[in-house]
């Protein structure tokens, strides 16, 4: 390895190779380098310091990687013990659930929380998209902007009416599906071209617990 003028290579491995050939040159052959005895001699002490630093260096890395892995089998098993106390606490009915908290242990529920009926309304959005068809966007009056049903929620009662005046009671409507996605698509018979079709919608849950109606929403049913 050759070097420019006043420097040194900038590796750390080719440093010490570069050291070492240079040591060796100056001790085998002083009187080609006329360097003085003391300097070649710090040299030489300087480079065995070095070695050993590295070598040093090497084993409190491998050390420290040794025993960053004798940790980590040592917390696998801490976890995995733990995980199996905890279980076996949280299903012993004779520990209080305030022995419990104590711990830091959260007690199992023993009783499902209970799904309230549905709230709020839903909020029906007509398209003609088609000859006798309507596809009918479904929402909940409190998150207009948003397809998703209410908590709780299993799906949505839609109800039809063809009228040209919209019923104001129920009972004057048709079940036409439970709808469980939206949008929705309503097809028509030829003889109901032209006419309004009303909708009817309300939310029903699990339980078969019925919201609010919603407010009647129409379209006229597209003849061509």
């Given at each position: 390895?050759?070097?420019?003028?006043?420097?040194?290579?900038?590796?750390?491995?080719?440093?010490?190779?570069?050291?070492?050939?240079?040591?060796?040159?100056?001790?085998?052959?002083?009187?080609?380098?006329?360097?003085?005895?003391?300097?070649?001699?710090?040299?030489?002490?300087?480079?065995?310091?070095?070695?050993?630093?590295?070598?040093?260096?090497?084993?409190?890395?491998?050390?420290?990687?040794?025993?960053?892995?004798?940790?980590?089998?040592?917390?696998?098993?801490?976890?995995?013990?733990?995980?199996?106390?905890?279980?076996?606490?949280?299903?012993?009915?004779?520990?209080?659930?305030?022995?419990?908290?104590?711990?830091?242990?959260?007690?199992?529920?023993?009783?499902?929380?209970?799904?309230?009926?549905?709230?709020?309304?839903?909020?029906?959005n007509v398209m003609a998209t088609d000859?006798?068809?309507?596809?009918?966007?479904?929402?909940?009056?409190?998150?207009?902007?948003?397809?998703?049903?209410?908590?709780?929620?299993?799906?949505?009662e839609l109800y039809l009416c063809v009228a040209d005046q919209a019923p104001t009671?129920?009972?004057?409507?048709?079940?036409?599906?439970?709808?469980?996605?939206?949008?929705?698509?309503?097809?028509?018979?030829?003889?109901?071209?032209?006419?309004?079709?009303?909708?009817?919608?309300?939310?029903?849950?699990?339980?078969?617990?019925?919201?609010?109606?919603?407010?009647?929403?129409?379209?006229?049913?597209?003849?061509?």
């Open positions: 390895m050759v070097l420019k003028t006043g420097t040194v290579p900038g590796s750390q491995a080719d440093f010490e190779l570069f050291v070492q050939n240079l040591v060796k040159q100056l001790q085998d052959h002083p009187d080609a380098y006329h360097v003085n005895a003391a300097f070649v001699t710090q040299l030489a002490n300087g480079f065995a310091d070095l070695r050993a630093g590295i070598l040093q260096a090497t084993e409190a890395r491998d050390a420290a990687r040794a025993a960053t892995e004798a940790k980590d089998a040592v917390r696998a098993t801490l976890e995995e013990l733990t995980r199996t106390i905890v279980r076996l606490i949280q299903a012993d009915p004779s520990v209080t659930d305030e022995a419990k908290l104590e711990a830091g242990i959260r007690p199992h529920k023993t009783s499902r929380t209970p799904v309230p009926p549905p709230h709020t309304a839903p909020v029906g000859r006798l068809e309507h596809t009918l966007y479904i929402s909940d009056a409190a998150t207009p902007t948003r397809r998703a049903r209410p908590a709780g929620v299993s799906g949505c009671d129920p009972a004057m409507y048709r079940l036409l599906r439970f709808a469980t996605r939206t949008p929705e698509t309503i097809t028509f018979d030829a003889a109901d071209g032209g006419k309004t079709a009303n909708y009817l919608l309300r939310w029903m849950n699990g339980k078969g617990e019925f919201g609010p109606w919603s407010q009647v929403v129409s379209a006229t049913i597209p003849a061509v």
